[in-house]
């Protein structure tokens, strides 16, 4: 198993290549230092386990290779250059996998307790999205930062409306 990584934001691109005992080596080229966050690691199948979780944004799939089998599965999400957020959305205590499409401001995730695909618009285009449990539910919230205001805007709802938003100074 083998997929490439490109970031057109950061303008960087990783090799990650998968072997039949599920080892991982990654073969890093122009300064992918910030972009490893595309290579993670959560626990996909509820067995307690961490999981390989890669993006190909090549062909807009999600590789889990999962613990409590070895079985490597593909989703499809996204589009060509949307950033990928493996976090758990909606509190079950397994990895959800979202894309936030840097052009549109369209988020997409694919909620594990209902195997449906949530679709949403939050942020404006150019911003810098990330996730995380920003309030302490054990849900990962959709976070947005405006690099030109410093402002920060988090929806807990994943409804495309801030329930909060901060300036770090």
């Known amino acids: 198993f083998s997929a490439t990584f490109f970031d057109s934001v950061r303008n960087r691109s990783m090799n990650v290549y998968l072997n ?4 991982i080596i990654i073969s890093l080229f122009v300064n992918v230092s910030a972009f490893a966050d595309s290579a993670t690691n959560m626990d996909t199948d509820g067995d307690g386990l961490s999981d390989i979780a ?7 799939k999600a590789y889990f290779r999962r613990s409590s089998n070895g079985t490597v599965n593909a989703a499809e999400i996204g589009n060509v250059g949307n950033v990928p957020l493996l976090r758990d959305f909606d509190g079950d ?5 979202g894309t936030y499409n840097p052009t549109t401001a369209e988020w997409k995730i694919f909620r594990s307790s209902t ?16 996730a995380g449990d920003f309030n302490g539910n054990g ?4 976070v947005i930062y405006n690099r030109e205001t410093g402002l920060w805007s988090v929806d807990t709802n994943l409804n495309g409306q801030a329930n909060f938003t901060f300036t770090v100074a």
Do not use: C, H, V, W
């Open 20 to 23: 039949l005992i599920g080892l």
């Open 54 to 60: 890669l993006y190909s944004p090549a062909d807009n």
């Open 115 to 130: 195997a449906q695909l949530r679709t949403f618009t939050f942020g404006t285009p150019g911003q810098i999205a990330l």
């Open 93 to 97: 205590e397994i990895a959800d996998f």
């Open 139 to 142: 849900s990962s919230s959709a």
